[in-house]
C-alpha cells in the first residue's frame, strides 16, 4: 500500500510472503488492537503492528522496511492439553473438580471422533473482545481437530520492559501461555442455578460476543450433539504477578439450548442425502441496549436452517461476579435454506431503527450463495418452527432459478459499516471465493459503487489487483512447458521450496535476456501459469484496510505441499470510503487508541494526537491532572547530581546535562529504571500507580481514581507488558 500511503513517519503497509501449509478456510483474524493471526495447518503466526519507523541508537533507519517485517510469534496448535489446565477455574469458584481418567484424543458422539482425533489440526481461530488479556489486550481462541478450543493470552512480564523489541517501540508476545481451554476433556464450572452434566465434548464452532462495554465477555460455542453453549468470561490480572502469569480466570457455564432445527438429520444411505455443518456456525449480533439490560442476537447454522436466538444479560454486575444471562426457550426467527457445509453468517455492526422496531440486518452465505436477512430485536419467541422435512419446504436441493451456479464457496465476507444518511435494502459487502484462476472471475465480488475510474482496468482493490495480475500472467506454452518437456519435473518439485521464493524483484536485478530466451519460440501461443486459492479476508477494526490470505500453485502440473510450506502472501488493500462512512465507523464503533492509529495511518481515518507528531497537546483534562503534580515535580531532584530539572518536552534535563525521560501522565521525571511503563503507540513513558503513590502519597485518590494501570496517559494507548 505503498502508492495508498503517504506519510513518509510510517512504516508502509506492503504485501509479504509466508511459508505455511494452509488447511482451513477463515483463516486471517485483526485484533481489535490490529494484531493480525494467521492460522495454518498445526501452528498460528501472530504479527503484531508498530506505529512509527524505528530508529537505531545513532538515529538511522533499522533493517524494519514494512509494516509487520516479522513474525512475532509463531506456536504449535499440535498439543492435546491436560484436564488440569482448568483446575484452578474451580478451586477459584469454590466447586470440587471432577475426577475422572483422561485418555487425549477423542471427545463427543461422532463415529470417529468419539474414540480417537487427528494431530489437532487448526480448524478456526479468533480474538476476543479487548479487556481480557494483560493491558487490556484481546486474547486468542484456537480451535484444533480434537474437539477443543484453547484461549491463549500474554503472561505476566519482569517489569522491566525486558519483553519489548531491543531499539524498537514495538513488544514481543514472551511469554504466550495457554489460560484455559473446553472441549475433549477439558470442563469448566456450572454457575449457580444451571445443571450441566460433565461429558467429554468435542466442539465444532464457537464465536465471541460483541464488546458488552461492561466486565468480561460472553462465548458461545457448539458441540456435536447439536447443543450451543454460552459460557461467561472474566479476568483478573496482577501487575506485579511472577512472569508467565496467565491471570485469574473465573469461568462459567451459563447457558446451554438445543439448536437442532426443525430438519431432521437423514443417513448417507438416503438418496437425498447431502453433507452438513459447519466449522464457523456461530455469530453474534451487536448489543442492543433497554434499560439495564442488554440483548444480543445469536445465529446458528444446522441442517439447511439457520435459527436466530435472543440472549438478555441482566443488570451490570461487579467484576469477577457470575452475570445474569438469560436465553430465549425457542428462536425468535428463523429461515430455511439450501446450505452446503461450512455455510456462515455475517451481521452489519448497526441495530437500525424502522418504526417502532429495532432491527439488525446481515448476511448468510450458503456459502456458495449470498442471502439478504434481518431480524427483529422486539419479535416474541414464536415456539419456533414445527419440525419437518426438507422437501416440504423446498430445500433438499439448491435452488433452480440460479442460471449461473458455481461450486466455488465463498471463504471471506466483510460487511462495510453503512451510511446513515443512505439506507441500502442491502448491507454493503465484498466477499472472496476460495478459487480463483484466469477462467473464474467471480472470485472476488461486491456491492459497493462503482469506483471514480471504472474504466482504468483495475480490478478493485490493491489486493485484488495482485491476485488478478498472479492469475492472468502468461507465458508462451513452449516456455511455460519447457521443465515438463525436459522431464526435470520432479527434480523441480524438490527445490520447488527454494525456486518459489523468487519474486518479480530477484528477476528484474538479474541478466536476464528475454530475447535470448524466446528466440524461435511462438510467442503468440501463451497459456497461464498461475492458480491462486483464497483462504480468508478480514477487516481492520475501523474497516479502512482489508487483507487476504492466498496460497500460489502452478496451473501448469500438479503441486504438493510440503512440511516446508507452500508460496503464501498476505495481501492488503485500502477500502476507499466516504467522509459521512468513516463519521458513522467512529460514531457507531468504539475503537481503541491503537485501531485508531491504524485507521489514519492506512484507512484514511482522521489523525490521532501523538501518533506521528514529536509531542501530544495536553487537553483541559491532562492539564488539570499534571497541575495536581506541579508541586511535586519542583521538588525532584537529578539523582546524579542533586541539580533540580527542567521539563523538555518529553524529557527532563538538568543544568549538569543529565536526561531523564518525563512520564507523559503527571509531568514528573522518571528518576530510576524500572519506575515506568511504555506506551506501545507514541512511545512515551508513564510512572506506574505504585511507584506514584510512593513518590507522592497525599494524591492517593487522584492516583487511584484518575490515572490508568494499562493506558498512557498521553496518547491513551496501551503500555508494552
Same mark, same amino acid.
Given at each position: 500500500?505503498?502508492?495508498?500511503?503517504?506519510?513518509?513517519?510510517?512504516?508502509?503497509?506492503?504485501?509479504?510472503?509466508?511459508?505455511?501449509?494452509?488447511?482451513? /478456510?477463515?483463516?486471517?483474524?485483526?485484533?481489535?488492537?490490529?494484531?493480525?493471526?494467521?492460522?495454518?495447518?498445526?501452528?498460528?503466526?501472530?504479527?503484531?503492528?508498530?506505529? @512509527?519507523?524505528?530508529?537505531?541508537?545513532?538515529?538511522?533507519?533499522?533493517?524494519?522496511?514494512?509494516?509487520?517485517?516479522?513474525?512475532?510469534?509463531?506456536?504449535?496448535?499440535?498439543?492435546?492439553?491436560?484436564?488440569?489446565?482448568?483446575?484452578?477455574?474451580?478451586?477459584?469458584?469454590?466447586?470440587?473438580?471432577?475426577?475422572?481418567?483422561?485418555?487425549?484424543?477423542?471427545?463427543?458422539?461422532?463415529?470417529?471422533?468419539?474414540?480417537?482425533?487427528?494431530?489437532?489440526?487448526?480448524?478456526?481461530?479468533?480474538?476476543?473482545?479487548?479487556?481480557?488479556?494483560?493491558?487490556?489486550?484481546?486474547?486468542?481462541?484456537?480451535?484444533?481437530?480434537? $474437539?477443543?478450543?484453547?484461549?491463549?493470552?500474554?503472561?505476566?512480564?519482569?517489569?522491566?520492559?525486558?519483553?519489548?523489541?531491543?531499539?524498537?517501540?514495538?513488544?514481543?508476545?514472551?511469554?504466550?501461555?495457554?489460560?484455559?481451554?473446553?472441549?475433549?476433556?477439558?470442563?469448566?464450572?456450572?454457575?449457580?442455578?444451571?445443571?450441566?452434566?460433565?461429558?467429554?465434548?468435542?466442539?465444532?464452532?464457537?464465536?465471541?460476543?460483541?464488546?458488552?462495554? $461492561?466486565?468480561?465477555?460472553?462465548?458461545?460455542?457448539? =458441540?456435536?450433539?447439536?447443543?450451543?453453549?454460552?459460557?461467561?468470561?472474566?479476568?483478573?490480572?496482577? +501487575?506485579?504477578?511472577?512472569?508467565?502469569?496467565?491471570?485469574?480466570?473465573?469461568?462459567?457455564?451459563?447457558?446451554?439450548?438445543?439448536?437442532?432445527?426443525?430438519?431432521?438429520?437423514?443417513?448417507?444411505?438416503?438418496?437425498?442425502?447431502?453433507?452438513?455443518?459447519?466449522?464457523?456456525?456461530?455469530?453474534?449480533?451487536?448489543?442492543?441496549?433497554?434499560?439495564?439490560?442488554?440483548? +444480543?442476537?445469536?445465529?446458528?447454522?444446522?441442517?439447511?436452517?439457520?435459527?436466530?436466538?435472543?440472549?438478555?444479560?441482566?443488570?451490570?454486575?461487579?467484576?469477577?461476579?457470575?452475570? @445474569?444471562?438469560?436465553?430465549?426457550?425457542?428462536?425468535? =426467527?428463523?429461515?430455511?435454506?439450501?446450505?452446503?457445509?461450512?455455510?456462515?453468517?455475517?451481521?452489519?455492526?448497526?441495530?437500525?431503527?424502522?418504526?417502532?422496531?429495532?432491527?439488525?440486518?446481515?448476511?448468510?452465505?450458503?456459502?456458495?450463495?449470498?442471502?439478504?436477512?434481518?431480524?427483529?430485536?422486539?419479535?416474541?419467541?414464536?415456539? $419456533?418452527?414445527?419440525?419437518?422435512? /426438507?422437501?416440504?419446504?423446498?430445500?433438499?436441493?439448491?435452488?433452480?432459478?440460479?442460471?449461473?451456479?458455481?461450486?466455488?464457496?465463498?471463504?471471506?465476507?466483510?460487511?462495510?459499516?453503512?451510511?446513515? @444518511?443512505?439506507? !441500502?435494502?442491502?448491507?454493503?459487502?465484498?466477499?472472496?471465493?476460495?478459487?480463483?484462476?484466469?477462467?473464474?472471475?467471480?472470485?472476488?465480488?461486491?456491492?459497493?459503487?462503482?469506483?471514480?475510474?471504472?474504466?482504468?482496468? /483495475?480490478?478493485?482493490?490493491?489486493?485484488? !489487483?495482485?491476485?488478478?495480475?498472479?492469475?492472468?500472467?502468461?507465458?508462451?506454452?513452449?516456455?511455460?512447458?519447457?521443465?515438463?518437456?525436459?522431464?526435470?519435473?520432479?527434480?523441480?518439485?524438490?527445490?520447488?521450496?527454494?525456486?518459489?521464493?523468487?519474486?518479480?524483484? @530477484?528477476?528484474?536485478?538479474?541478466?536476464?535476456?528475454?530475447?535470448?530466451?524466446?528466440?524461435?519460440?511462438?510467442?503468440?501461443?501463451?497459456?497461464?501459469?498461475?492458480?491462486?486459492?483464497?483462504?480468508?479476508?478480514?477487516?481492520?477494526?475501523?474497516?479502512?484496510?482489508?487483507?487476504?490470505?492466498?496460497?500460489?500453485?502452478?496451473?501448469?502440473?500438479?503441486?504438493?505441499?510440503?512440511?516446508?510450506?507452500?508460496?503464501?502472501?498476505?495481501?492488503?488493500?485500502?477500502?476507499?470510503?466516504?467522509?459521512?462512512?468513516?463519521?458513522? !465507523?467512529?460514531?457507531?464503533?468504539?475503537?481503541?487508541?491503537?485501531?485508531?492509529?491504524?485507521?489514519?495511518?492506512?484507512?484514511?481515518?482522521?489523525?490521532?494526537?501523538?501518533?506521528?507528531?514529536?509531542?501530544?497537546?495536553?487537553?483541559?483534562?491532562?492539564?488539570?491532572?499534571?497541575?495536581?503534580?506541579?508541586?511535586?515535580?519542583?521538588?525532584?531532584?537529578?539523582?546524579?547530581?542533586?541539580?533540580?530539572?527542567?521539563?523538555?518536552?518529553?524529557?527532563?534535563?538538568?543544568?549538569?546535562?543529565?536526561?531523564?525521560?518525563?512520564?507523559? /501522565?503527571?509531568?514528573?521525571?522518571?528518576? +530510576?529504571?524500572?519506575?515506568?511503563?511504555?506506551? +506501545?503507540?507514541?512511545?512515551? %513513558?508513564?510512572?506506574?500507580?505504585?511507584?506514584?503513590?510512593?513518590?507522592?502519597?497525599?494524591? %492517593?485518590?487522584?492516583?487511584?481514581?484518575?490515572?490508568?494501570?494499562?493506558?498512557?496517559?498521553?496518547?491513551?494507548?496501551?503500555?508494552?507488558?
Amino acid at each position: 500500500m505503498t502508492s495508498e500511503n503517504h506519510k513518509t513517519d510510517i512504516l508502509p503497509l506492503e504485501s509479504f510472503g509466508l511459508s505455511a501449509v494452509p488447511a482451513s /478456510t477463515h483463516n486471517i483474524v485483526w485484533s481489535p488492537d490490529a494484531e493480525l493471526a494467521i492460522g495454518c495447518d498445526d501452528c498460528v503466526f501472530l504479527f503484531i503492528p508498530e506505529y @512509527s519507523v524505528p530508529q537505531s541508537s545513532d538515529g538511522t533507519n533499522t533493517k524494519v522496511v514494512r509494516q509487520y517485517n516479522d513474525v512475532a510469534l509463531q506456536f504449535p496448535s499440535v498439543e492435546h492439553r491436560s484436564p488440569e489446565l482448568n483446575r484452578p477455574l474451580f478451586d477459584l469458584v469454590g466447586q470440587e473438580f471432577p475426577e475422572f481418567e483422561y485418555v487425549p484424543g477423542g471427545g463427543g458422539s461422532g463415529t470417529v471422533t468419539s474414540q480417537g482425533s487427528s494431530m489437532n489440526h487448526l480448524v478456526a481461530l479468533d480474538w476476543s473482545p479487548s479487556g481480557l488479556g494483560r493491558m487490556n489486550r484481546s486474547v486468542l481462541a484456537v480451535l484444533t481437530g480434537s $474437539g477443543a478450543l484453547t484461549i491463549y493470552c500474554e503472561g505476566a512480564s519482569d517489569g522491566m520492559n525486558a519483553f519489548r523489541v531491543r531499539g524498537r517501540n514495538a513488544r514481543t508476545l514472551r511469554p504466550w501461555v495457554a489460560a484455559w481451554g473446553v472441549g475433549a476433556g477439558l470442563l469448566l464450572p456450572v454457575a449457580e442455578g444451571h445443571e450441566a452434566q460433565y461429558t467429554k465434548e468435542y466442539i465444532t464452532a464457537f464465536a465471541w460476543a460483541r464488546d458488552t462495554d $461492561g466486565h468480561g465477555a460472553l462465548l458461545a460455542y457448539a =458441540n456435536d450433539e447439536d447443543e450451543v453453549v454460552i459460557i461467561s468470561v472474566q479476568v483478573q490480572h496482577d +501487575s506485579n504477578a511472577t512472569p508467565g502469569d496467565c491471570g485469574q480466570w473465573r469461568i462459567e457455564e451459563v447457558a446451554r439450548f438445543v439448536a437442532e432445527g426443525p430438519h431432521p438429520r437423514t443417513e448417507p444411505t438416503d438418496p437425498d442425502y447431502s453433507p452438513c455443518g459447519s466449522s464457523f456456525s456461530l455469530s453474534w449480533s451487536p448489543w442492543l441496549k433497554k434499560g439495564n439490560s442488554k440483548s +444480543s442476537i445469536v445465529s446458528y447454522v444446522t441442517k439447511n436452517y439457520v435459527g436466530f436466538r435472543r440472549v438478555t444479560i441482566g443488570s451490570p454486575h461487579q467484576n469477577m461476579a457470575p452475570p @445474569s444471562v438469560k436465553v430465549d426457550q425457542a428462536d425468535s =426467527n428463523g429461515v430455511c435454506l439450501y446450505l452446503a457445509p461450512d455455510a456462515f453468517v455475517v451481521f452489519e455492526d448497526l441495530v437500525w431503527t424502522i418504526g417502532d422496531s429495532k432491527i439488525c440486518r446481515g448476511l448468510i452465505a450458503t456459502p456458495m450463495l449470498v442471502k439478504a436477512f434481518q431480524v427483529s430485536f422486539d419479535e416474541a419467541p414464536s415456539g $419456533g418452527i414445527a419440525r419437518h422435512a /426438507t422437501y416440504e419446504c423446498d430445500t433438499t436441493y439448491p435452488e433452480p432459478e440460479d442460471e449461473n451456479p458455481t461450486q466455488n464457496p465463498i471463504t471471506g465476507l466483510i460487511i462495510h459499516t453503512p451510511s446513515l @444518511s443512505q439506507t !441500502t435494502a442491502t448491507p454493503s459487502y465484498s466477499l472472496v471465493r476460495l478459487s480463483a484462476t484466469h477462467e473464474n472471475d467471480a472470485w472476488y465480488q461486491t456491492n459497493l459503487p462503482l469506483p471514480p475510474n471504472p474504466e482504468d482496468g /483495475t480490478v478493485g482493490p490493491r489486493w485484488a !489487483t495482485e491476485i488478478n495480475q498472479i492469475v492472468e500472467h502468461q507465458l508462451p506454452r513452449a516456455m511455460a512447458y519447457r521443465p515438463i518437456a525436459d522431464g526435470s519435473s520432479a527434480s523441480s518439485d524438490i527445490n520447488s521450496d527454494e525456486d518459489e521464493e523468487m519474486d518479480a524483484e @530477484s528477476v528484474e536485478g538479474s541478466e536476464y535476456d528475454p530475447e535470448e530466451n524466446l528466440a524461435g519460440v511462438d510467442t503468440e501461443d501463451q497459456v497461464h501459469i498461475n492458480r491462486v486459492r483464497i483462504w480468508g479476508m478480514t477487516a481492520s477494526p475501523g474497516g479502512g484496510v482489508v487483507a487476504v490470505f492466498i496460497s500460489q500453485y502452478s496451473a501448469l502440473w500438479p503441486g504438493r505441499d510440503t512440511y516446508a510450506g507452500a508460496k503464501c502472501r498476505v495481501l492488503f488493500g485500502r477500502h476507499d470510503r466516504q467522509n459521512q462512512e468513516i463519521e458513522t !465507523t467512529l460514531a457507531v464503533k468504539k475503537l481503541s487508541t491503537e485501531a485508531r492509529a491504524w485507521e489514519w495511518m492506512y484507512g484514511g481515518g482522521p489523525p490521532l494526537a501523538g501518533v506521528g507528531t514529536p509531542t501530544i497537546q495536553d487537553d483541559d483534562e491532562r492539564t488539570a491532572l499534571k497541575d495536581h503534580f506541579e508541586l511535586v515535580a519542583c521538588k525532584q531532584a537529578c539523582s546524579f547530581c542533586g541539580l533540580p530539572l527542567e521539563p523538555k518536552g518529553k524529557y527532563s534535563r538538568c543544568r549538569g546535562g543529565h536526561l531523564f525521560a518525563t512520564c507523559a /501522565t503527571t509531568g514528573l521525571p522518571i528518576l +530510576s529504571p524500572g519506575q515506568s511503563r511504555t506506551c +506501545s503507540v507514541c512511545g512515551s %513513558k508513564c510512572l506506574k500507580r505504585e511507584d506514584l503513590l510512593n513518590i507522592a502519597p497525599h494524591l %492517593k485518590k487522584i492516583i487511584i481514581d484518575e490515572i490508568s494501570a494499562e493506558h498512557c496517559g498521553g496518547c491513551g494507548g496501551k503500555f508494552i507488558n
